[in-house]
């Protein structure tokens, strides 16, 4: 199996950026394709952004599409995501996550059985 840290989380004013990475280690990274979501209090964990095991194709929620950015680096065994133009309602804990190949990088959290500790976002007015 393959653990995961999230790191890159903090306090941003609204407009700003940050850059979330996720180390993995364990089993081999271009293995799983990889999706990063978010929690809010009180809301459901939902889709932010997928992508492939190469890194050749990606997927994001209509809430985030143009603002954020979903790539990888497999020789350092780290996906990234890169978040501009923050709004407060992106505040929330940021988790990735990794699927089998067989899964796909899907938008579904039941498709992702091993995840991060998650880190945390917010996002001031």
């Known amino acids: 199996q393959v653990q995961l840290v999230e790191s890159g989380g903090g306090l941003v004013q609204a407009g700003g950026s940050l850059r979330l990475s996720c180390a993995a280690s364990?089993?081999?990274?271009?293995?799983?394709?990889m999706g990063w979501f978010r929690q809010a209090p009180g809301k459901e964990r939902e889709f932010v952004a997928s992508?492939?095991?190469?890194?050749?194709?990606?997927d994001y929620a209509d809430s985030v599409k143009v603002r954020f950015t979903v790539s990888r680096d497999n020789a350092k065994n780290t996906v990234y995501l890169q978040m501009n133009s923050l709004k407060p309602e992106d505040t929330a804990v940021y988790y990735c996550?990794?699927?089998?190949?067989?899964?796909?990088?899907?938008?579904?959290?039941?498709?992702?059985?091993?995840w991060g500790q998650g880190t945390q976002v917010t996002v001031s007015s």
């Open positions: 992508i492939s095991w190469s890194g050749g194709n990606s």
């Open positions: 996550a990794a699927a089998s190949l067989g899964y796909g990088w899907s938008p579904r959290v039941n498709n992702y059985p091993y």
């Open positions: 364990g089993r081999t990274f271009s293995r799983y394709h």
